[in-house]
């Protein structure tokens, strides 16, 4: 083979090899809406690129891919891009920083402190997206987790790992029930997801819900409703991975994501921009696909655990809408909050008898199951009652577990309202219980 045919034969190896790979730089093709399509780049959904505008930097990540280019969403705003910017790619997905130096810090979904502090120091930087653990090696739910919160420590127990969703329509005090479970857990570490919260109260819920030594042990994951979608969809996934990272250390994680419907009407915006269709109620087939992506990677794993409160904005206090219904058959328990208890005065407005733990045969002894149901039965009997006994039609001796509801009723209202500062222990959650339902223990 003379010297010019083998030249030849390398340029044409060469151009093969070259068309071959990823190209790592495209142009800005149009901006409609939230999304930017991009021509000329090759690059895989959920990767890190650079966009070069007029006023610097700007961070996005791929979020569909087509045959000529992707689609991506900006980690900021869109002021300033222009057809023809040049986009490349890092080759890498989102990364953020995760470990003992987190504590006590307020960050953004990204990873940078809002709090006016320097960079944490003694951190790893770990990628967002993660694995659930495997389920047979995970721990199974079998120790109580107190949250301080008298009602739900005996009526609704929760497990170190359990999963448990705050169902509730907005203004009944999810936000203060929120940081009395915070306030009063026992676990070691705290990491809360503020998603779409209104920007003037997300520093009422850090100065007001929490205490300065709920504060020291707490990560605090921030975007508010004016951050972009992109944004808030990853607000979530980044304080669930710097969870995962401390219980990879063996701690016990208290997991708060407020809300879950925020995310996934984040997530529709972003499913949107991308082309894809609406179905169920407007909401895309991948929102329903992300929820459980999302909620099965908390919980118990090999040694520590997260136990995670999600809150979930139902629509028009309808419990059936469709995320509240998907997340509640994908969680281990939820906390039902009622308006009209709300509007009554009584806080934390839980209401009992709609609520559920699936691990309360597992958290609970025999004794303390016995005396949680027997205060349900009671309450159930003073809801079959209570309209016959508000327009005088009950007869005394008709009932005796009626009889008793309607004795017992203002020291049952008594026991279910707390204040927002008061932390109960679990034994003293017991031990009045028992006093009001005339047990010895």
Request: aromatic share 2%.
């Given at each position: ?284 087939a991948s929102v329903f696909a992300m929820l459980p992506r999302l909620l099965e990677r908390s ?116 026991f279910l309202r707390q204040r927002p500062d008061e932390a109960i222990p679990v034994r003293q ?13």
């Amino acid at each position: 083979m003379n010297s010019s045919l083998a030249q030849e034969l390398r340029q044409r190896l060469g151009a093969a090899a070259g068309a071959a790979s990823p190209r790592a730089e495209g142009r800005v093709s149009d901006v409609v809406g939230l999304g930017i399509g991009i021509r000329g780049l090759s690059a895989a959904v959920n990767e890190l690129l650079t966009i070069e505008t007029s006023a610097g930097q700007l961070p996005a990540q791929v979020i569909a891919v087509q045959r000529d280019g992707v689609s991506a969403m900006p980690l900021g705003t869109t002021a300033g891009v222009a057809a023809g910017d040049p986009v490349r790619r890092t080759g890498d997905q989102l990364r953020v920083p995760a470990g003992y130096g987190m504590m006590n810090r307020i960050i953004d979904p990204l990873g940078r402190p809002i709090d006016g502090k320097p960079k944490p120091t003694g951190v790893t930087m770990v990628p967002v997206e993660a694995s659930a653990p495997n389920p047979l090696l995970r721990r199974r739910v079998d120790d109580a987790l107190p949250t301080g919160v008298r009602a739900i420590d005996t009526l609704i127990p929760v497990g170190a790992g359990q999963r448990v969703g705050i169902m509730a329509g907005s203004g009944v005090g999810k936000s203060t029930l929120l940081g009395m479970a915070v306030r009063g857990t026992i676990a070691p570490v705290r990491v809360v997801a503020l998603v779409g919260e209104r920007g003037r109260e997300v520093r009422e819920f850090i100065e007001d819900t929490l205490d300065a030594e709920a504060r020291s042990r707490t990560v605090l994951v921030v975007a508010t409703a004016d951050d972009p979608a992109l944004l808030r969809v990853t607000a979530a996934f980044t304080a669930t991975r710097i969870a995962e990272w401390f219980r990879d250390q063996g701690e016990d994680v208290l997991l708060v994501v407020d809300s879950v419907t925020r995310t996934a009407m984040a997530q529709r915006e972003v499913a949107l921009a991308a082309g894809e269709p609406p179905a169920t109620r407007g909401y895309p087939a991948s929102v329903f696909a992300m929820l459980p992506r999302l909620l099965e990677r908390s919980g118990p794993g090999q040694n520590g655990s997260i136990t995670a409160l999600y809150t979930v904005l139902v629509e028009g206090d309808d419990l059936q809408d469709p995320i509240g219904d998907t997340v509640r058959g994908i969680l281990d328990g939820h906390v039902v909050l009622s308006r009209d208890l709300a509007t009554a005065g009584h806080f934390p407005s839980i209401d009992v008898l709609e609520s559920v733990s699936r691990v309360e045969r597992a958290v609970l002894t025999e004794d303390e199951r016995q005396l949680a149901l027997t205060l349900r039965r009671l309450m159930a009997s003073w809801r079959d009652v209570r309209e016959l006994v508000e327009v005088g039609a009950y007869v005394n001796g008709s009932d005796p577990v009626a009889d008793a509801a309607i004795r017992l009723r203002p020291a049952i209202d008594n026991f279910l309202r707390q204040r927002p500062d008061e932390a109960i222990p679990v034994r003293q959650s017991w031990t009045e219980l028992a006093a009001l339902l005339g047990v010895r223990r």
